[in-house]
């Protein structure tokens, strides 16, 4: 719980401190693969952008997906691929494994699907090598190139207006 703490702590402050200077250029011309974090209580919500995704054209194998657990259960099964705060390193890094994996991935879209300021998905958005990335108005951070202002449990409203902005900008 301690170690917990420290490791949050270090992580805000890297995102505190790469906050300003994160001005990068995102030139793909379409998309072909994408990157989805989202929290584990807003599993239910894949499916609905999953789907959506494929009736825009994204075929279902191209897209990756993390899912972040607040606390894992000794004898629990989980079916996809998941972080917590046991993948973190005490420098805010990530251990080797599926969640660096991830990072390092050159996703040509991240969708961060978290409404919530936690700092472990923040640190994994951040640290992405995704080309583009879109997710939630956060209200201090400032990591997506699209975001979009829509209430976490409506999956479909934030799909239509992401299809919607991505379809704007040539790239779906």
């Given amino acids: 719980m301690f170690l917990n703490a420290i490791k949050l702590f270090f992580i805000k402050k890297s995102l505190k401190r790469t906050l300003h200077n994160d001005m990068k250029s995102s030139r793909i011309s379409e ?9 584990n209580r807003n599993l239910s919500c894949k499916q609905v952008i999953l789907d959506q995704l ?10 990756s997906i993390l899912v972040f657990k ?41 969708i961060s699907y978290y409404e919530v300021e936690n700092p472990v998905m923040l640190s994994i958005t951040k640290q992405s090598q ?20 829509v209430d ?5 409203g934030f799909t239509n207006e992401l299809v919607k902005y991505l379809k704007i900008l040539n790239k779906l």
């Fill in 70 to 110: 607040q606390n894992f259960k000794k004898k629990e099964s989980v079916s996809l691929p998941t972080c917590g705060f046991k993948d973190l390193k005490l420098n805010g890094s990530f251990a080797d494994g599926f969640v660096a994996n991830f990072i390092a991935t050159k996703f040509d879209l991240l």
């Fill in 54 to 63: 494929v009736a825009n054209g994204i075929r279902e194998e191209n897209v």
């Fill in 31 to 39: 998309i072909q693969n994408i990157g989805l974090l989202i929290e």
């Fill in 130 to 149: 995704a080309s583009f990335k879109a997710g939630f108005t956060l209200e201090n951070y400032f990591f997506n190139d699209i975001n979009v202002k």
């Fill in 152 to 156: 976490v449990s409506n999956a479909i």
